[in-house]
């Protein structure tokens, strides 16, 4: 695997499931990001986390819980979601969040229906 | 004030032909990077090309170059030679090193279509 790689690609689920979605960075990169992208709207970045630590909380609504177990994996949990949640969500990784040349790399996306 | 402006909701080239992408950007911030990415309809955003606020030259990838003009704030995408697997939305971002750590502020985005 290369690159940065999310499961599942897409994802139903009623308001009262819970699930996660995940993310795996296999570039050697420090820093990882869920975005959140809805139709006609511009990407919205959600968290940052930077050596595992999160540094980066959007005002994301509780009912989004971000995990960074180490620097190559990225959870997004999700439970009690509203239909206006259903989205593309992309995760990036990036080497260091820090440097004026850090460039971010995305992954394909978990395109997500809330019922 | 929106810090990236992208005017054009979608544009239309004829395979070959070179097409501009404009974006115009907000930002009191000396020290900036600016981003060219390409999302193609299965979602996946791929990074094309990157400008530093301090870079001297214009930067070019293969067919990309970016019309870097820093007095008028603008960091223009131009594709050379389109091809049709070219045709996606096409969106500009952002980084001030000075803001939030991470925080890449991306435009509305231009769908460009490739004709054959």
């Known amino acids: 695997e290369t690159g940065v790689t999310q499961t599942p690609r897409h994802l139903v689920m009623g308001m009262t499931n819970k699930k996660s979605l995940k993310c795996e960075q296999h570039?050697?990169?420090?820093?990882m990001y869920w975005y959140k992208q809805s139709a006609k709207k511009p990407l919205e970045l959600m968290f940052v986390?930077?050596?595992?630590?999160?540094?980066e909380n959007n005002s994301v609504p509780s009912r989004f819980s971000p995990e960074c177990p180490n620097s190559s994996h990225l959870f997004l949990h999700l439970h009690t979601l509203q239909p206006e949640d259903s989205a593309l969500y992309l995760c990036?990784?990036?080497?260091?969040?820090?440097?004026?040349?850090?460039?971010?790399?995305f992954g394909p996306g978990t395109r997500l229906t809330v019922l | 004030a929106q810090k990236i402006t992208q005017t054009q909701p979608g544009m239309f080239v004829q395979e070959k032909e070179a097409v501009t992408l404009d974006c115009t950007y907000d930002?009191?911030?000396?020290?900036?990077?600016l981003f060219w990415y390409k999302q193609p309809s299965s979602g996946e955003m791929i990074f094309l090309i990157y400008?530093?606020?301090?870079?001297?030259q214009n930067a070019t990838e293969g067919r990309y170059s970016l019309n870097f003009q820093k007095a008028r704030k603008s960091a223009n995408l131009v594709i050379s030679a389109s091809q049709l697997g070219d045709s996606a939305m096409y969106f500009c971002?952002?980084?001030?090193?000075?803001?939030?750590?991470?925080?890449?502020?991306f435009g509305k985005g231009t769908k460009l279509s490739v004709k054959p």
């Open positions: 990036a990784s990036s080497q260091d969040g820090i440097s004026s040349t850090d460039t971010q790399y």
């Open positions: 570039l050697g990169h420090n820093a």
């Open positions: 986390y930077n050596f595992k630590e999160q540094t």
């Open positions: 930002t009191s911030d000396p020290s900036y990077g």
């Open positions: 400008q530093g606020s301090y870079d001297q």
């Open positions: 971002a952002m980084r001030e090193v000075g803001g939030s750590q991470g925080n890449l502020i």
